[in-house]
């Protein structure tokens, strides 16, 4: 197919968004220091019932950056951020950005073993984290070389965002709650979040260009240890304005923040974009079905981005009917497909048209979205402001005509720089075409002639049976229409006969457990889908393993599958 600067998806743009957005030629820090002087009494986060100004927001970030200079931190020094969803994470991630330095955000589900790499790896010298995580941070900060270990390490508590007495609405599940309240004994070495905002330090002057680096956040990939994804203010900027524009936000939304913020999603739409319009986020700390439904309802939520998994949960509570989701303008996501049969449960009972995105840590987030105004199910979208996205043979680049599968590739301002400290996996992970750079994803897909993207399937994950390819999660999508099937992940298991065949791991649905059997998914799958997806083997599971930010993790069930 000819390459022209006219794409098919031109024909199908909202024609009330530009193509391209003028970045602004400020840093992430500048977003946050307009909103407060705009909005300085307007609720920035609300957190369990406790709001937390723009300008409150503001003051403590510059003092955490007052902290981190006090403590020696300069100019493109890397920091971590690891604790869950609090307005603290907020204010330290603008306080480290202040500071001139660099964020360095790490999944709070870590461990020990996982951690020591975050501290070598960006050679970080400073953390900020959380009470409930500080015994990992000083248990992996022992296990580094003494030359590379941590300097200092800052703790805040939740309580220090919470009110001191919690409206029932507003209170998670008992369990959650008290890992909320609960205030271990801090390692020494430790500085209290109460005391560094207390000190009142004032940072240096803020000199951060828009090419410097902000944000490395890290990206398991499918081979080696986590990489760092170089993220400057630039690349950054262009999709905390452009998720705004492309979802009708404006300083009036009310999010639910509650996909985690480390993850490149959570943070740009409950950390970057949200500042930059000025909108308020009603901050989760960790889903809980309950609470989702009664925040919404309480605080008049517009806007929710989300992993499908959550609305899937949602629907199993047996409250759902009784929450209130009539404010909702705007429900959007990815990590996962949204199956159809949710999404058309969506539309039919809230009257909420899902609309899929796509995106990696590479592209910050989103380089492809569905017009909310013409939504496809089980879609990517199209290639959002100034982005140019194409399918192109495997192992080559040679561009493939709509309906073919081949790996998607990318250009447009969100792309990332590189990897840190890896330049031949920056090289490999990039191509030429026409004389441009494209960002190779590692996602198998498809074009229609609209210029709609859809996904097949990474690379890595397709199974052969016999010759035929089986992409797992299409056979994932059609599962979820089976009445008794609640969640699904599809994975391969070795077959003496096609050399690898396909297994189901079910999580039934609660009407559906204790009178159903493996058989009764088979045979439902054989009246459902070619022969040579069926599952030839069914495993009943009470839950499927979840990634911080709610993706399933199948590499897990198939790497214990493999063993």
């Known amino acids: 197919m000819a390459s022209t600067s006219i794409r098919p998806h031109h024909a199908s743009w909202p024609t009330r968004l530009p193509r391209e957005l003028t970045v602004p030629a400020t840093s992430l820090w500048f977003n946050l220091e307009v909103s407060a002087a705009r909005y300085p009494d307007k609720p920035a986060y609300v957190f369990l019932g406790r709001a937390l100004t723009y300008r409150d927001l503001k003051a403590q970030a510059e003092a955490v950056a007052g902290w981190l200079q006090g403590q020696g931190v300069k100019k493109g020094d890397r920091v971590l951020l690891f604790m869950q969803n609090c307005p603290q994470y907020a204010a330290a991630f603008y306080g480290v950005l202040r500071a001139d330095a660099v964020v360095v955000p790490v999944n709070p589900m870590n461990r020990a073993d996982e951690f020591t790499h975050y501290i070598t790896d960006p050679a970080a010298r400073v953390a900020i984290t959380s009470a409930d995580l500080t015994a990992i941070v000083h248990e992996a900060n022992g296990r580094v070389p003494e030359a590379q270990r941590l300097q200092q390490v800052l703790v805040t508590r939740f309580t220090d965002a919470m009110p ?34 207390a000190a009142g330090l004032r940072p240096g002057p803020h000199t951060a260009q828009p090419d410097d680096l902000a944000v490395l956040p890290y990206t398991s990939g499918t081979t080696g240890l ?36 480390f993850h490149i999603t ?29 925040l919404i309802s309480r605080h008049k939520v517009t806007h929710w981005t989300c992993i499908p998994t959550m609305i899937i949960d949602l629907f199993g509570s047996p409250n ?81 005509p709509p309906g073919e599968v081949g790996e998607i590739v990318t250009r447009g301002p969100m792309v990332f720089k590189g990897y840190w ?44 049976a016999s010759g035929f390819k089986v992409w797992p999660s299409e056979v994932e999508l059609l599962l979820f229409k089976c009445p008794q099937v609640q969640e699904a992940c599809v994975i391969a298991a070795k077959d003496a006969y096609r050399g690898e065949t396909v297994k189901a791991v079910i999580v ?25 997806k069926v599952p030839k083997i069914v495993e009943f599971a009470d839950s499927l393993p979840k990634s911080g930010s709610g993706k399933v993790m199948w590499r897990l069930l198939q790497e214990k599958e493999g063993a």
């Open 320 to 400: 759902y009917k009784s929450f209130d989701l009539t404010s909702l303008r705007y429900a959007s996501g990815g990590g996962a497909a949204m199956p159809q049969a949710v999404a058309e449960r969506l539309q039919k009972e809230f009257g909420i048209t899902f609309a899929e995105g796509y995106g990696l840590t590479e592209t910050a987030a989103p380089s492809h979205a569905n017009p909310p105004e013409r939504a496809k199910l089980q879609c990517l979208g199209i290639p959002i402001f100034g982005v140019d996205s194409r399918i192109v043979e495997p192992g080559t680049t040679k561009e493939l």
């Open 164 to 197: 001191a007495d919690l409206d029932p609405a507003e209170a998670p599940a008992e369990p959650i709650l008290q890992w909320l309240r609960s205030d271990p004994a801090l390692p020494p070495g430790c500085t209290r979040w109460a005391d560094a905002l």
């Open 508 to 532: 039934l649905r609660a009407e559906a457990r204790g009178h159903t059997a493996p058989e009764d998914i088979v045979a439902w799958a054989k009246e459902h889908m070619a022969a040579y």
């Open 421 to 464: 400290g890896h330049p031949e996996a920056t090289e490999a992970a990039f191509c030429e075409i026409d004389g441009q750079r494209f960002f190779r994803t590692g996602d198998l897909g498809r074009m229609d002639e609209e210029g709609y993207f859809f996904i097949t399937d990474r690379l890595k994950r397709m199974i052969n």
């Open 226 to 261: 986590p990489k760092g994804c170089m993220h400057s203010h630039r690349t950054l900027m262009a999709n905390a304005i452009g998720g705004g524009l492309w979802g009708h936000g404006s300083a009036e939304s009310v999010s639910l923040a509650v996909v985690p913020m």
């Open 266 to 294: 959570g943070m740009m739409y409950g950390v970057l974009g949200n500042v930059y319009g000025g909108s308020t986020a009603i901050v989760m700390p960790r889903w809980d079905r309950e609470l989702a439904g009664r």
